[in-house]
């Protein structure tokens, strides 16, 4: 079975500060990681994903995340925060081998980003 | 502009009624899904379609029903039998297959039911 785990329900920075939101995993075999983000009354947008290779990720608006397979982790990270990027953030995980090919997606984390 | 539209955006319906989510994607993606969003429990998968005239449950399909006579529509029918159909109902489509890319979703805009 797969699951994804994101402690924080909800993360607050100042504006221009670096921002970490966090995310650990548990598949079977390999896993294909995702993060989306979700702005009000909106549905989901697909930020970036980590496949294989490089463990950092580079994605949309910024955003960054590393795969760290000892740690079992995925954490989004910004080296600048924008009051634009308050929103909700979902990470997700699939196991990359045989079996559902379906994400299973995290509860999510709010973050806000305080002027 | 390609993309999902999903109808309507809100709906009230009382206790015991049917009611259907209109889902129309022109971005000519095969896959296809329904997602229910409570807070604080993340999305929940209810069907997905890989191909026309073929579905199959997610992890929560009991008291829903879906159709997909054509690739580019997906509704979801929320029937009196689901218990709790008080939800942010999101709509989605991809690329089909098992590779990664199949799992980059573009989703609607959502529907908002309120069961009275």
């Known amino acids: 079975a797969q699951s994804v785990a994101q402690p924080e329900d909800q993360v607050n920075v100042a504006e221009g500060n670096p921002l970490t939101v966090k995310c650990t995993y548990s598949v079977s075999g390999n896993p294909y990681l995702f993060w989306y983000v979700q702005y009000p009354n909106r549905g989901l947008q697909f930020l970036l994903k980590?496949?294989?290779?490089?463990?950092l990720v580079k994605g949309s608006y910024g955003f960054e995340a590393e795969f760290n397979k000892s740690q079992t982790s995925f954490h989004l990270k910004k080296p600048s925060a924008l009051v634009s990027d308050s929103a909700l953030y979902f990470c997700?995980?699939?196991?990359?081998?045989?079996?559902?090919?379906?994400?299973?997606f995290g509860k999510g984390t709010k973050l806000s980003v305080i002027p | 502009d390609g993309g999902i539209t999903q109808s309507p955006k809100y709906l009230f319906r009382k206790e015991g009624q049917n009611v259907t989510l209109s889902c129309e994607q022109n971005?000519?993606?095969?896959?296809m899904y329904w997602y229910r969003q409570d807070p604080g429990q993340g999305l929940r998968l209810i069907y997905y379609?890989?191909?026309?005239?073929?579905?199959q449950k997610g992890d929560i399909a009991e008291g829903y029903s879906v159709s997909r006579e054509k690739k580019e529509s997906f509704p979801l029918t929320v029937t009196s039998a689901q218990k709790n159909p008080t939800a942010f109902y999101l709509c989605a489509s991809s690329h089909r297959g098992r590779g990664s890319g199949a799992n980059v979703l573009t989703f609607g805009a959502g529907s908002r039911l309120t069961v009275l």
């Open positions: 379609s890989q191909i026309v005239n073929d579905f």
């Open positions: 971005l000519n993606h095969d896959a």
């Open positions: 980590y496949i294989t290779g490089d463990n």
């Open positions: 997700a995980v699939r196991e990359s081998g045989a079996g559902s090919y379906q994400l299973t």
